[in-house]
């Protein structure tokens, strides 16, 4: 959690953790605020290969951050342990480096220029 507040943070995105759970255990969420009364939820799985990734837990579409809140609230009721970081950015960032069920891979930019700064 601490290195997606830190990825968030080098571009300028505001991102804490509102919620603590157990520092052994527990669910994360991350929940992503657009700033126009909309959210998305992200939550941490495994895929069928065991790898890890993130699904969006309600769905492929933002919804209202009050029914984003709702979402939390009910992972919580499962799971009083859970953590949930919250990522405040107009254009829905998440900044997850795992895969995000729905999302095309990218590869990483092994460009000259990415590599040696030129």
Request: proline fraction near 8%; avoid cysteine.
């Amino acid at each position: 959690m601490k290195a997606l507040i830190r990825r968030a943070a080098a571009e300028n995105v505001p991102a804490m953790v509102v919620r603590r759970g157990d520092d052994t255990s527990g669910t994360v969420l991350v929940k992503v605020n657009g700033l126009d009364g909309t959210a998305m939820v992200y939550a941490r799985a495994r895929a069928g290969d065991g790898s890890p990734v993130w699904i969006p837990g309600n769905g492929p579409e933002p919804v209202s951050e009050a029914d984003a809140d709702a979402y939390i609230e009910r992972q919580r009721k499962f799971d009083p342990d859970i953590w949930v970081v919250e990522i405040e950015d107009p254009a829905r960032r998440h900044f997850l480096q795992e895969k995000v069920e729905g999302e095309e891979s990218r590869p990483p930019d092994l460009s000259a220029s990415s590599l040696f700064k030129i």
